[in-house]
T-cell receptor, first 112, second 112 residues
Framework: KNEVEQSPQNLTAQEGEFITINCSYSVGISALHWLQQHPGGGIVSLFMLSSGKKKHGRLIATINIQEKHSSLHITASHPRDSAVYICAVLGVIGGSQGNLIFGKGTKLSVKP | NAGVTQTPKFQVLKTGQSMTLQCAQDMNHEYMSWYRQDPGMGLRLIHYSVGAGITDQGEVPNGYNVSRSTTEDFPLRLLSAAPSQTSVYFC???????????FGPGTRLTVL
């Protein structure tokens, strides 16, 4: 079983729809990152969460540490949101910074 | 700041050839890492470094070497390229405690 599971793997939406991508993990973490990767492009960090909720524009990310679950929401989706969204958790090794463990990503396509 | 830079962007090698993927960051980050990204799989850690002179293996280190002589540079060496090393390679650096993650633009490597 993968330590970081994302769902769905693929998601197609119409412009304007509300989108939710889920991430569950099975290891202890110090933080969780949501990353965005456009086709053929680099990887950009959207959020770092250690508790609660964060909002940047139309993007909202939440995390529930007790349930080991995080969600990324996109409100009023737009074709430019089409990308792969990757959940990555940052482990803890003896109190020091661990390494990132990545989910396989969710490929989002938003149709006009 | 240039952030994290990688060269080359594209490379084609023949089986058995060696090469070095270059990575540099100008944010004075201690932690740097190399990942490979393959279709259907999440990013996987090859090697990482927690500071100049200190490197360690990640999940998939076989066939790769790294060194860290300066804080800025973290090159990845392929000793004898194999078709199984065909992949997209990303270098990354992170701020203390991993609160911010920065990725390079990636190198698309094909081994024939």
């Amino acid at each position: 079983k993968n330590e970081v599971e994302q769902s769905p793997q693929n998601l197609t939406a119409q412009e304007g729809e509300f989108i939710t991508i889920n991430c569950s993990y099975s290891v202890g973490i110090s933080a969780l990152h949501w990353l965005q990767q456009h086709p053929g492009g680099g990887i950009v960090s959207l959020f770092m969460l250690s508790s609660g909720k964060k909002k940047h524009g139309r993007l909202i990310a939440t995390i529930n540490i007790q349930e080991k679950h995080s969600s990324l929401h996109i409100t009023a989706s737009h074709p430019r949101d089409s990308a792969v969204y990757i959940c990555a958790v940052l482990g803890v090794i003896g109190g020091s910074q661990g390494n990132l463990i990545f989910g396989k990503g969710t490929k989002l396509s938003v149709k006009p | 700041n240039a952030g994290v830079t990688q060269t080359p962007k594209f490379q084609v090698l023949k089986t058995g050839q060696s090469m070095t993927l270059q990575c540099a960051q100008d944010m004075n980050h201690e932690y740097m890492s190399w990942y490979r990204q393959d279709p259907g799989m999440g990013l996987r850690l090859i090697h990482y470094s927690v500071g100049a002179g200190i490197t360690d293996q990640g999940e998939v280190p076989n066939g790769y070497n790294v060194s860290r002589s300066t804080t800025e540079d973290f090159p990845l060496r392929l000793l004898s390229a194999a078709p199984s090393q065909t992949s997209v390679y990303f270098c990354a650096s992170s701020s203390p405690r991993g609160t911010s993650q920065y990725f390079g633009p990636g190198t698309r490597l094909t081994v024939l």
